[in-house]
C-alpha cells in the first residue's frame, strides 16, 4: 500500500495559493482515477483507490501546513506502513514554475510542512517537489506562497496536474523515471514534426532546369539568323 500526500491548508481561501498545489494534485488524481469519495479522517481528507494490484490512499492533511506530519503520522501507524511507503507532493520556491523533481530523504529546506512530517515520521520518505518560482527574496517567501497562483499561470499549472494524473501509475509502481516523462510530456511536449514553417522560414524551392537543347548544330546556326 502507497499513502500519497498532498500538502496545503484546509479551507477555500486557501485552495487556489501556492502553497496549495500538493493538494490540487491529489484532487487531480482522484478525479481522474475514479478514486472513493473524499472523507474525513487521520485529521485529514482521505480518499482509496488502486493501481492494478496496489491499493493506495491519498491523504490531505486538515491540520494546517505546520502540523502537517501529525495527519502523515497517524494515517502511518493505522496502516502500519513505514517511510518508505509516503509519497509526499510539495511546493518548492526553489525550481521553476512547471518543474517537476523527485527526491528521496534528505533535509525540508526550510518547508515548514516537510518539517512537520520529518518531525513526525523522519526523512527518508519520497518527495514529489514542484516548482512554483520564488519571488526573489526570502523575506517575500511566506506571502508569495500564500497568494494565488496568478492567471498567467493557470496553463503551466494545468498542464503539470494533467501530467502528475497521466504517470501517478508509474510512480506507485516505482518507476519515477516514466513519472517525470509523462509530466514532461503534458508541460513541454514535442511539436508536431508535420508542423509547417512560417512563411519567412520556408525554404525557397530551387529553379527548374532548363530543357535540353536537342537542336542540331545547322539548325543552331540558321536560327541565328532568323
Given amino acids: 500500500m502507497k499513502l500519497i500526500v498532498g500538502l496545503g491548508n484546509p479551507g ?17 488524481i482522484a ?12 485529521q485529514g481528507s482521505i480518499s482509496e483507490g488502486r493501481f492494478g494490484a496496489d491499493k493506495v490512499l491519498l491523504l490531505k492533511p486538515e491540520t494546517f501546513m505546520n502540523l502537517s506530519g501529525q495527519s502523515v503520522g497517524e494515517a502511518m501507524r493505522f496502516h502500519k506502513l513505514g517511510p518508505q511507503d509516503v509519497i509526499v507532493f510539495h511546493d518548492e520556491i526553489d525550481l521553476a514554475p ?6 528521496s530523504g534528505g533535509g ?23 516548482g512554483v518560482g520564488h519571488p526573489g527574496h526570502k ?53 508536431s514534426s508535420t508542423t509547417k514553417p512560417k512563411a519567412d522560414q520556408q525554404v525557397k524551392s530551387a529553379p527548374e532546369p532548363a530543357p535540353e537543347d536537342t537542336r542540331t548544330p545547322m539548325q543552331k546556326l540558321l536560327d541565328r539568323f532568323k
Fill in 139 to 191: 523575506d517575500a517567501v511566506p506571502g508569495y506562497v500564500l497568494r494565488d497562483f496568478a492567471k498567467a499561470d493557470q496553463d503551466w499549472l494545468d498542464d503539470v496536474l494533467r501530467g502528475i494524473s497521466d504517470g501517478i501509475e508509474q510512480l506507485v509502481a516505482g518507476r519515477g523515471d516514466r513519472f517525470l516523462n509523462a509530466v514532461a510530456l503534458r508541460a513541454a511536449p514535442p511539436r
Fill in 12 to 28: 477555500s481561501k486557501y485552495a487556489g495559493n501556492r502553497h496549495n498545489i500538493g493538494f490540487m494534485a491529489l484532487d487531480r
Fill in 108 to 130: 525540508h529546506a526550510g518547508h515548514n510542512g516537510l518539517r512537520s512530517v520529518h518531525g513526525h515520521i523522519g526523512p527518508d520518505y519520497d518527495r514529489v517537489r514542484l
Fill in 98 to 103: 512547471a518543474k517537476v523533481r523527485l527526491k
Fill in 31 to 42: 478525479s481522474d482515477h475514479g478514486f472513493a469519495p473524499w472523507r474525513g479522517k487521520f
